[in-house]
Nanobody, 129 residues
Framework: QVQLVESGGGLVQAGGSLRLSCAASGRPFSNYPMGWFRQAPGKEREFVAAITWSGSNTDYADSVKGRFTISRDNANNMVYLQMNDLKPEDTAAYYC??????????????????????WGQGTQVTVSS
């Protein structure tokens, strides 16, 4: 079973930037799409971004498109989320997750929480206005 550990969260002013990291250990993750989700208090967990196993394709929620960039380094078992022009509504706990679809067989489901089988513990991002 893969283990995922997020880092890089913190407090930032609106308009600022943060880079989240996700370190994977255990079973290889390089053959699976990876995603970032977020959850604010009292709200459901929502999709933020995803990347194919090779890094050749990405998908973003409309709310972050043009501001966030997902990337991965399979050689070092890392996934990243670069977040620019942060807004107060981006405040949430951010989670890294591995999708079930080997080699992208479930890429059309990449925005759905139920198709992910491994999750990190989350890292808090707080954006002040």
């Amino acid at each position: 079973q893969v283990q995922l550990v997020e880092s890089g969260g913190g407090l930032v002013q609106a308009g600022g930037s943060l880079r989240l990291s996700c370190a994977a250990s255990g079973r290889p993750f390089s053959n699976y799409p990876m995603g970032w989700f977020r959850q604010a208090p009292g709200k459901e967990r929502e999709f933020v971004a995803a990347i194919t196993w090779s890094g050749s394709n990405t998908d973003y929620a409309d709310s972050v498109k043009g501001r966030f960039t997902i990337s991965r380094d399979n050689a070092n078992n890392m996934v990243y989320l670069q977040m620019n022009d942060l807004k107060p509504e981006d405040t949430a706990a951010y989670y890294c997750a591995r999708q079930k679809g080997l080699y992208g067989s479930l890429w059309d489901r990449v925005r759905e929480v139920r198709f992910y089988d491994a999750w990190g513990q989350g890292t808090q991002v707080t954006v002040s206005s």
